[in-house]
């Protein structure tokens, strides 16, 4: 994503560059992910995500095409299939599916910008520290 998507990397990665406890993302440069077992959803937005999300499809079904409404794109993802695309300005949603359908979805907080500056508000109070210091 660094190389491909430099734009969409630099905006993705500052707040996971400074987790409580010099902690990694394990979806770096996520912030977090969700696993989808089985699941068809419905139209919707993810209106607190920022920026771009990944889909990584574990699949071995019939059906379960992911659906991008405003663009008006209907994607027959496999399994290993990855896509990436702003979740907080397109309407998404799956198809129903027959067999074994899973997704992990890696994605960012828009609060999360709060706690670049500030780390929301106890940047610098006397009992938090956003790195640890051994004594």
Request: one cysteine or more; hydrophobic letters at 40%; aromatic letters at 10%.
């Given at each position: 994503m660094?190389?491909?998507?430099?734009?969409?990397?630099?905006i993705?990665?500052?707040?996971?560059?400074?987790l409580p406890?010099?902690e990694?993302?394990?979806?770096?440069?996520?912030?977090?992910?969700?696993?989808?077992?089985?699941?068809?959803?419905?139209a919707?937005?993810?209106t607190?995500?920022?920026s771009?999300?990944?889909?990584?499809?574990?699949?071995d079904c019939e059906g379960?095409?992911?659906?991008?409404?405003?663009?008006g794109?209907?994607?027959?993802?496999k399994?290993?299939d990855?896509v990436?695309?702003d979740?907080a300005?397109?309407?998404?949603?799956?198809?129903?599916f027959k067999g074994?359908?899973?997704?992990?979805?890696?994605?960012s907080?828009k609060a999360?910008?709060?706690?670049?500056?500030?780390?929301?508000?106890?940047?610098?109070?006397?009992?938090f520290?956003s790195?640890?210091i051994?004594?």
């Amino acid at each position: 994503m660094h190389s491909l998507l430099p734009e969409e990397y630099s905006i993705l990665k500052p707040w996971v560059d400074v987790l409580p406890g010099n902690e990694v993302s394990p979806v770096y440069p996520f912030g977090g992910f969700v696993i989808n077992i089985n699941v068809a959803t419905k139209a919707h937005r993810d209106t607190g995500d920022l920026s771009l999300c990944l889909i990584l499809v574990i699949s071995d079904c019939e059906g379960g095409e992911l659906c991008l409404y405003e663009p008006g794109v209907v994607l027959e993802l496999k399994n290993g299939d990855i896509v990436l695309f702003d979740s907080a300005a397109l309407t998404h949603f799956n198809l129903h599916f027959k067999g074994f359908r899973a997704s992990l979805v890696m994605h960012s907080d828009k609060a999360a910008e709060a706690w670049i500056g500030s780390r929301n508000g106890w940047k610098d109070h006397v009992d938090f520290r956003s790195t640890y210091i051994p004594n």
